[in-house]
């Protein structure tokens, strides 16, 4: 029996989808698929049957390397149950024993980097447009094109938000990796 | 080989050439190191295969040849992984007797 639940994480929250995925199979519920922006298709399960992860992956899914990542993690028992552009979601039976992707710092900001490198053209290119019209508009007096205006400075904060929290859990990691692997 | 300085190896790969001395295959050596480790280390999917990748990049582990694409690849260190091993387990040593002799107050 398939149940659709709309839950939205943004991109710099794939630690928290990970832990409300498995909150879900936990309760006997097993995410099949996703769909953008916040639709996830579950199935029912044993409590506790999968370990889900998220990871983005340096290269779309048709990369060779992708695909020999992905056939790697089959060999060991992981599925591939969807993706999101360079975003994919795996499970692995939690009998099989703990399941995780990264279990040392280097990779762990290594993937950190990925997302933050991912979001860093958008990031430039609504801070060049805001601080054009923002230069248009003190440059002429007044306020110009109100509406594109706020949308363009909305997104560049919010973008500018994720750099910095993906920013700050990377200088978090880095400070650790001083003292311990 | 050039004489390098010896850089600290992590747990994972220490572990993952201690394991493959004897050919195994991602899932052999993720349950190798596991038990060896009394269940201490688990290795995570992309560690694994992060290592693995560098490790070939560095001859210090091949694939065999096996059953072309077989779905279970399998792996052996090499001679040069052998000597990176030796020369890691004389640093543990070292640690290890320092760290006796001045915790313990014993002489190695």
């Known amino acids: 029996m398939r149940t659709t639940v709309s839950k939205l994480f943004f991109v710099n929250q794939h630690e928290k989808e990970e832990e409300w995925l498995n909150d879900m199979a936990a309760n006997g519920k097993a995410m ?6 916040c639709f996830y298709e579950f199935e029912n399960c044993e409590p506790n049957e999968y370990t889900y992860r998220i990871e983005m992956l340096e290269n779309g899914l048709n ?27 795996f499970r692995k039976k939690t009998k099989d024993g703990p399941f995780d992707l990264f279990s040392d710092l280097e990779s762990k900001i290594r993937h950190y980097q990925r997302i933050f490198r991912f979001l860093t053209p958008f990031f430039l290119l609504e ?15 007044y306020i110009i094109h109100n509406f594109s205006y ?9 973008l500018g938000y994720f750099e910095v929290s993906l920013f700050r859990k990377i200088m978090k990691l880095k400070k650790e990796k001083l003292i311990r692997e | 080989m050039e004489n390098k300085p010896s850089i600290a190896l992590t747990e994972a790969v220490y572990y993952i050439l201690l394991s493959l001395y004897q050919p195994l295959h991602g899932y052999g050596i993720i349950q190798n190191v596991s038990s060896i480790s009394d269940g201490r280390l688990v290795l995570a999917a992309g ?15 091949e694939a065999l040849p096996g059953e072309k694409n077989s779905r279970k690849k399998e792996y052996v260190i090499t001679n040069v992984g052998k000597s ?21 107050g014993q002489l190695g």
């Open chain 1, 63 to 89: 990369h060779y390397k992708s695909r020999e990542y992905i056939e790697f993690l089959e060999e060991i028992g992981i599925e591939t149950m969807d993706s999101y552009l360079k975003w994919v979601y």
């Open chain 1, 150 to 158: 706020g949308i363009i400075g909305f997104c560049t904060f919010f």
């Open chain 2, 47 to 61: 560690t694994l295969y992060g290592a693995i990748n560098t490790l070939l990049e560095k001859h210090w582990i």
């Open chain 2, 84 to 104: 990176a091993i030796e020369e890691e387990m004389k640093r543990l040593a070292e640690l290890l007797q320092n760290g006796e002799k001045i915790v313990r």
């Open chain 1, 32 to 37: 099949l698929c996703y769909k953008f922006p």
């Open chain 1, 127 to 141: 801070a060049s447009i805001f601080i054009l019209f923002l230069s248009e508009a003190l440059a002429s007096g």
